[in-house]
Nanobody, 130 residues
Framework: QVQLVESGGGLVQAGDSLRLSCAAS????????MGWFRQAPGKDREFDRE????????????YYVDSVKGRFTVSRDNVKNTLHLQMNSLKPEDTAIYYC???????????????????WGQGTQVAVSS
């Protein structure tokens, strides 16, 4: 298992930027595919979490949900065992709790389903005001 701790959330205005981080510990981080998910207010079930972005173990493959393409960038530092999500041009509809997720995989493929990931952080709140 790998332990995941998110940080970097906050309250911002529309058009602002935030950079989320996810610190991993416990296992070899570079063996894990990583994803960012979000859960909007009022959607309390785990399967309501929406895939936002994912990155494979080496960082060579990334994938984004259409609503964030061109605004968000996912990256990872396998030396510092950290995953990042740079969020620019934030919109009120980006308001959610953001979770990082992991699964040990050396595939080139990035998966977007919540059921595929078996390690989750506790989340960090992002609120965007209009």
């Amino acid at each position: 298992q790998v332990q995941l701790v998110e940080s970097g959330g906050g309250l911002v205005q529309a058009g602002d930027s935030l950079r989320l981080s996810c610190a991993a510990s416990g296992r070899r981080f570079s063996n894990y595919a990583m994803g960012w998910f979000r859960q909007a207010p009022g959607k309390d079930r785990e399967f309501d979490r929406e895939f936002v972005a994912g990155i494979n173990w080496s960082g060579s493959v990334t994938y984004y949900v259409d609503s964030v393409k061109g605004r968000f960038t996912v990256s990872r530092d396998n030396v510092k065992n950290t995953l990042h999500l740079q969020m620019n041009s934030l919109k009120p509809e980006d308001t959610a709790i953001y979770y990082c997720a992991a699964r040990e995989s050396l595939e080139r493929t990035v998966y977007s389903g919540t059921a595929w990931y078996n390690n989750w952080g506790q989340g960090t709140q992002v609120a965007v005001s209009s």
